[in-house]
């Protein structure tokens, strides 16, 4: 098992890894809109904190050799539905057909104040 850590993403905010290598996969640790170079939230709608959110995303994906067409699942958590649509329309334009497996989950609430959290499984 290998730790992934970069600073062209936010760094955690607990006792967990940005990312963890382990055999051909890559787990990556939920991530949300925060600004990897201030760790500032980053307000705006829905749609601009799920592309903030997939370029952390694909920045830690970059530190294990990997990249945004690598990814085989992903969950996404919305503390509302009705973003459902937005997410989805970004998701669209950033990842590739075939799309990863997928599971969106609304909640009550994030460990942050943000609307979207993103974690995914890549393989290399």
Known sequence: MKELIT???????????????????IYVSGQGPINPDTGEIMSGTPSEQTRRTLQNIEAILQAGDASLNDIVKSTVYVRDMRYYDDV??????????????????????????????IEVVAER
């Open 7 to 25: 600073d062209e993403a936010p760094d955690s905010i607990g006792p967990f890894s940005q990312g963890i290598i382990t055999g051909d996969r």
């Open 88 to 117: 989805n329309e970004v998701y669209a334009e950033v990842l590739s057909s075939p799309y990863p497996a997928r599971s969106a989950v609304e909640v009550v609430k994030l460990p942050v104040d943000i609307d979207v959290e």
